[in-house]
C-alpha cells in the first residue's frame, strides 16, 4: 500500500536548497532519480521540476526509514523530511551539489514500475515509443523545460498587451465552414442534422468584428486548426499570438510587437534585441534572398549578372534572358574545398529536385575554373568575376530561367550551403517583410488573384491602379520572420465597404460567391468600421526558437504525429453506431 | 469615398479627458453616439470603448470641417483633432462633461447605415435581431463593460496562479472520444476514414497526466466541450478555469482558490472578501438547506420535526415518518400577509411540480392557522412553534416524505420565497460544501455508483469500508458555491493502483470496461504519481456573478443560441458532399 503524506507539507521545491539552507529542517518531494548504495550509506537523487536534491540516509538513520530507502527504485515518488547538511564531497555540476537532506522522516507515496525508457536528459529511444508514453516522455528535463518556457512566453505575451490597452477576448471555436484557404476540420451538429460546425483555422472574422464593435485592441492566444496532410513542421492545432488594432496604420502594429518581442527576449533569454527591425520590401527579399523569409545572419546575396551576359556565346544564359527571365548567381566565400566537384553535382541534382533546368558554376581552387568557359571570352568571364567580387577559394553558382525559378532556387542554395558550410552565426535577426504586391498573376490561367485575403487594405496612393495596372497595387501586408523562419503575417484591412466591392470585382467574385464566403462580414462594415489591422504571431514556432527545440512536437504538451494521431491514447477512434445515428451520419465505407 | 487619418494619430481615449486637459492639442477617435445641431453650433458625442466626448464645431470653425461635421449621422466614425476646452454649460453626469473638444480637423473614416437597433444601454430590441448583429450589440456599453471585465477577470487569475508556481499547459482540442459523462462533439478524421476526435468535455485526463509527468502546478483557461441540450444558463463552449496540483491535500487546495477570488475581488470590484470561507459538509448542507449549492446570504434553514409529530393524528406525518422518511419544515418570517390562503395554494401546486405530495402549512396571522390543526392537540402544535421558534406574521411550510424529497423540495422552496420576499442581501457568500458521500444508490436499480468521476480519493479513514458499507465511504471531494450557484467542483485523485483496482471493483466495472474507457491513464499511474487534485471554476459563471449579468450570452462575445447555432454567422451550416466524401462519411437523411 502506498503512505500518504499526512502531517508532512512540502517547505522547498528540490532544485531550490542551497549551501545557505544548511541546518534548516525541510521537507521536499519528488521522484527517484537514481538511488546508490554504498553498505552504510544510501545516497538517493530526488527530482522535481525545480532540479535535483540529494537524499542522505546514514547509520544513524531510523532502521525503518533506512529500510524504506533501501527498498526504493527509479521514478518512485517520495516525501522526505530532514536537514540541510553541508556534503563533504561537494558537486559543482549542479546547483544544489554543496548540500543533501539527512533523511529523518521518508513516505513513499508511490511506487513504479520500470519505465519503458530511462528518464534522461538525452533520450536514444525512437520517438515512437516515447510519443506512446508521453507523460514520462515530459519528466524529461529539455521537455519539461521547453513547456515551462512555452507558458512564460504566453504569460509575457499576455502581461505585455495586456500593458498596453488589449483585451482579451475569447472567439468561438465552433463556428461556420468558410470555402477558403485550408481545409476546415468539421463537427456534425446532433441538433441540426446534416449541418456542421468547423472548427476555426483563425479567429480572422471575428476579431475583425470585435473591431467593428469598438474593443479597439483585442489579443488572444487562439487555438487554430488545419486539417492539412503534416509537414515535419506542423500539428493540426497550434496556436496563435492573435491580435488586431483599431485606428492605427501599418507602422504602429510593427512598433508595437517590437516591443512584446524586446521585452520578450529580455524576461525569457535575458538578451537586449535591438528595435526598430529590418523592414525590407518584399521586393529586395526575393532579388537579394530569393524568398520572403530571408536569413540574414549571413551574406551570400543573390547578384544579377545578366547585363554581362546576355550577349555572350552561351545559349543557356541568353536564352534564359530572351525569354524574359535572368541569369543570377550567389558566390560561395571560400567554399572551394568544401564543394568538390562531385558535390557540385549534388547541388546540380537537388535544383534539378526543385524546379531549375541546371545549374553553372565557377570553382575556383587556384584559377577560376567555369563550367561554361568554353562559350565565354576571358574579358567576359573576367567581368563576371569581378561582378560578382569573386576571388581565389570562392564558389560561383549561376542559375539561369525564368525569375521565379531562379531566385526560389538561388535562395534554396543560399541557405543549403551556408548550413554546410557553417557559416550561420548563432543569434536572433527579426525582419519585417514589407510591401507585398497585392495581387499575382496565375502561372497557368494568367488571372491576377489575391494574395492574401481579399479583405488587405491596398497602400492608399495604389488605389487608384486597381482597376488598371493590379501589377501596381501594394498590399498593406506584412510578415514577421526570424532567421529565416515566418512568424507572423498581418496586415491592415479594407474598412470601405464601396473599395471592397471594388476589391471583389478585381478579385471576379460574383455577388452569389461574396455572399456565400463573406456574408454578414461584408454587411458589418456597413455599419462604420474604424481603420484597423493586426497579426497573428505563431506561438509554437516562437517558443521553438526560443528553446532551440528542433520540432514542434518538442514545444507541445501532446502534439500528435505526421497523420494527425495522438500515439499515448490512439486518437482518432472509432465511435459506436449510436453516436454517429445522432449526429445523422455514416460511414461510407 | 471614406477619409483616412493620414498625418493624424489619436492621442487619447475619449473617455480619459478630463478639466485637467483643458488647453491641451488632441486627437480623439471614435463613433457617433449622437449629433446636435443648433445652426451656428453643432454638437457631436464621439464614443470609443473608454467613455464619451463631446466634440464642438462653431461659428469660428473651418467651413469645410464644419460641413463635414453637419453630415455626420450616428455610427460614423470619426478622427477628430482639436483643443481640449471647458465647457460653458458642465455636465456632471459623465466624466468628461467638463470639458469638450473644439475640432480643427475632422476626417470621416466611416460612413454608416442606420443600424437596425440604436446602440444604447438599455436596448429593449428582441436579443434574436441583437444577436444577428452582435457585433453592434456589442457596441453598448453593458455588454462591452462585460467582457473587457472577463478579460480583466483571466488576466487576473494568470497573474495569481503564475505568481503561486502554477504553469499553464495547452493540452489537445482534439482528443479521443469517451464513453462518460455528458455527449461529446466529434470530429471526423480525414486521415482515418471511421475515426473520430472528440472535442474536450474537460482537459481532466490530460491535466492529471501532466501531474504524472511532474508538472507540479498546472493551471489552463481550458476552452470545454458538451453536447447537451442548452438550458437557459449552458452555452455548448465555455472556459473553465481548470487546475492541478502535487503533493498537496484539500486544504491546500481550498485555500489557494480563496486567495484567488480574494485577489480577484480586490483587483475587480474593489472589495475585501472575507477568508477562509465557510466550509460545510454536503450532510449539512442537504439538512439544512435542502441543496448542495446552498444560497447562504439569508436564513430560512429547514428543520426537522419529526419527533415532534411521530405520533400525532395526522397519518400523511406519520405515514412518512413510518416509511424511513420525515417531516421538516421552513418557516417564512413575516410573510402571512404575502402568502394568501391562494398564493400558499400556488405553492403547494409548485412543490407537486417537482415530485412532493403536497404541502401543509401553518399561517399565523392573528392565531397560527394550520392546514392539519384537526389531526393535532393544542399541545402538539404549540410544541411545533416552539421549536420552529414561529411567531405572529409567519408563515411555515412543512413537507413530509421521503428524506430526498423532503430535502429537495423545501430547498426549492426556500429560494423561491425568499426571492418573493426580497429578503436577499445584494452580497457574496462563499462557501465551500466538503465531505461528500463517494457512493450514492441508484434509486431505481438499488445499486451503489459513484457520486463523482472514478479516480476520486476517498478520505484515508474511510478506505476500511470500501468493500463492507459503501455508505461510510466519504469523497475527498469539494465544490465551491457562491450564492446558491456552483463556481467550481474538484477533487483529490486516486494515485495507487492497488486502491484504483478496489474502486473499480467496487463499481463492479469489468476489465474490459475499464480498459476501454480509462485505458493508457491506469498504464499511467503505474510509474510513479504524486498525491494529486485540483478543481475547475467556470469562468462564464463567475463573469456573470460579478458583472450582476442575467444570462452567459451577455458575458459571451459570440454566443450560441437555446439550440446550439449562432444566429449572425448562421452555424451550424450545410456542407459540400465533396468535404464529406473525404471524411468517408454521409449524411443519413
Redesign the interface.
Known sequence: ??E???GL??TH?CGDLRISDVGKEVTV???VQRCRDLGQLIFIDL???SGIVQLAFTDKTDREIFAKAFACRG???L?AKGTVCERSAKNYDIPTGEIEVTVSDLRV?????T?PFEIVDESETNEELRLR????D??RRPL?NN??M??KI??VA?DYF?ENGF???????????TPEGA?????????????????PQSPQ??KQ??M?????RYIQLA?C?R?E?LRADRQ??F?QIDMEL??V?VE?ILEINEGFFKRLFKEVLGQELETPFTRMTYADAMENYGSDKPDVRFGMKIQDISDLVKDCGFGVFTGAIENGGSVRAIVAKNAASTYTRKEIDKLTEYVRGIGAKGLAYVRWVDEPNASFKKFMTDDELAAIYDRLGAEKGDVILIVADKNSTVLSTLGALRLKIAKRLDIIPDEFKFVWIVDFPFFEKDEESGEWVAMHHPFTMPK?DCIQYLDTDPSKVIAKAYDLTLNGVELSSGSMRI??P??QQRMFRALKLTDEEIEAKFG?LVE????????HGGMGIGLDRVTMLLCGADSLRDV???P?VQ????L?????????KE???????????
Open positions: 500500500m502506498a500518504y503524506m499526512t507539507k512540502r521545491y518531494c519528488g521522484w527530482r522535481d521540476r521514478e518512485f515518488v516525501a507515496l508511490s511506487k513504479a514500475q519505465p508514453y508521453r507523460y514520462l515530459l519528466r519539461l513547456l515551462m512555452r507558458s504566453s504569460k499576455r495586456a483585451v482579451e477576448i475569447e472567439t468561438p471555436m465552433m463556428i461556420k465552414s481545409r476546415d476540420y468539421l463537427v456534425p451538429s446532433r441538433i441540426h442534422n446534416g449541418k456542421f460546425y468547423a472548427l472574422i471575428y468584428l470585435l467593428v464593435s469598438g474593443f479597439d487555438r486548426f486539417d496532410d493540426p492545432e496556436t483599431s485606428f496604420d504602429d492608399e474598412t470601405d464601396e473599395l454578414f458589418a462594415y456597413k455599419y462604420g468600421a474604424p481603420p507541445t504538451a501532446f500528435k497523420n494527425a494521431s495522438e499515448m491514447s490512439a486518437c482518432p477512434a472509432p465511435v459506436d453516436s454517429l445515428d445522432v449526429l445523422g451520419i455514416a460511414l461510407t465505407d
